[in-house]
Nanobody
């Protein structure tokens, strides 16, 4: 499956952004979807993921209560709503597809990746 992220940009601390990830190529609704991020000099880290139905979600502790992952299978799109952003959220955000159950935290087990979108939180 091919993934294309959009929606990144520069935002003030305390602001919000919504990232989108458009999927194509295979049946989007069959797959778990996730978001990861990578800051300069750091490893790629798990942010959030959800099952094919959207019924089960999981979040990194650092974003719980601030970020919301959702999907629209009719539009082949997954979203990441990010609120109350801080400079520590600055990173390239990547969309990922198709990880086995129980392996969402491990980047190497996701089957497909987007090219990433830059999010910068700064005053």
């Amino acid at each position: 499956v091919q993934l294309v992220e959009s929606g990144g940009g520069l935002v003030l601390p305390g602001g919000s952004l919504r990232l989108s990830c458009a999927a194509s190529g295979r049946t989007f609704s069959n797959y778990a979807m996730g978001w990861f991020r990578q800051a300069p000099g750091k490893e790629r880290e798990f942010v959030a993921a959800l099952t094919w139905s959207g019924g089960n979600t999981d979040y990194a502790d650092s974003v719980k209560g601030r970020f919301t992952i959702s999907r629209d299978n009719a539009k082949n799109t997954v979203y990441l709503q990010m609120n109350s952003l801080t400079p520590e959220d600055t990173a390239v955000y990547y969309c990922a597809a198709d990880a086995p159950p129980g392996s969402w935290y491990q980047p190497g087990l996701w089957g497909s990746w987007g090219q990433g979108t830059q999010v910068t939180v700064s005053s």
